[in-house]
């Protein structure tokens, strides 16, 4: 597709279980960001992949977050032993390049989301 | 208190009025960038500024940048109902960006 797809787009889990959250970046993007919206707040961000590069992850909240991206392509955002505090919109981003590198606008394309409700 | 504050949290006008929504940042700002929301759907760019004292237009926005006072404001003319959505401004921070709370925005027919 021409934009970022995000899939599922709502997920309702029971506390305890696992999640997996998926992104398709738009093709020929290099960099693949997550971000996190809880209600009525702003993006918070998670993680970010560049390319071949080791990942920043100094965003993901606790050890139950991890990220995995397959060279530059999908990415899977995988939450274990759900909490009622993780419900959100979970926002996925690609650009041409990581910000600041001068590649391409700058801008981040997000997807959709995937809205995440613990119960 | 947040990295990126957004002011006026919230607001109504009236379909014809403008407006004007800020965003001041805690740090020095080398890159701004704004987006427009709507419920249920991911964000829109609108515009990015880099530079201390630059302006850029599209359509009935316009967001300007002061570098000095670490500050950007987005004012939008004869507003209409298709303005309406969350608008959140971001700073480049290092690769990333750092997003304020959001200011959301209501016209009224």
């Known amino acids: 597709g021409a934009g970022v797809s995000q899939s599922p787009s709502n997920k309702v889990t029971e506390k305890g279980k696992d999640v997996e959250l998926r992104c398709d970046p738009i093709?020929?993007?290099?960099?693949l960001y997550w971000y996190r919206q809880r209600l009525g707040q702003g993006l918070e961000f998670l993680i970010y992949?560049?390319?071949?590069?080791?990942?920043?992850k100094s965003g993901l909240p606790s050890d139950r977050f991890s990220a995995e991206r397959t060279g530059e392509s999908v990415s899977t955002l995988t939450i274990q032993r759900t909490q009622q505090e993780d419900s959100a919109v979970y926002l996925c981003?690609?650009?041409?390049?990581?910000?600041?590198?001068?590649?391409?606008?700058?801008?981040?394309?997000f997807g959709e989301g995937s809205r995440l409700t613990v119960l | 208190s947040q990295e990126l504050e957004q002011s006026p949290q919230s607001l109504i006008v009236q379909e014809g009025k403008n407006l004007t929504i800020n965003c001041t940042s805690s740090?020095?700002?080398?890159?701004l960038y704004w987006y427009k929301q709507k419920y249920g759907e991911g964000l829109i760019f609108l515009m990015m500024?880099?530079?201390?004292?630059e302006e850029k237009s599209h359509e009935k926005i316009t967001a300007k940048l002061d570098e000095k006072k670490q500050q950007s404001s987005l004012h939008i003319t004869a507003s209409q109902p298709s303005h309406a959505g969350i608008y959140l401004c971001?700073?480049?921070?290092?690769?990333?960006?750092?997003f304020g709370a959001g200011t959301i925005l209501r016209v009224k027919s």
């Open positions: 981003a690609s650009s041409l390049g990581l910000l600041g590198q001068g590649v391409g606008t700058g801008e981040l394309f």
């Open positions: 740090k020095t700002l080398y890159g």
């Open positions: 500024l880099q530079k201390g004292g």
């Open positions: 093709s020929g993007h290099t960099a």
């Open positions: 992949f560049q390319g071949n590069s080791a990942p920043d």
């Open positions: 971001g700073a480049d921070r290092g690769n990333k960006l750092v």
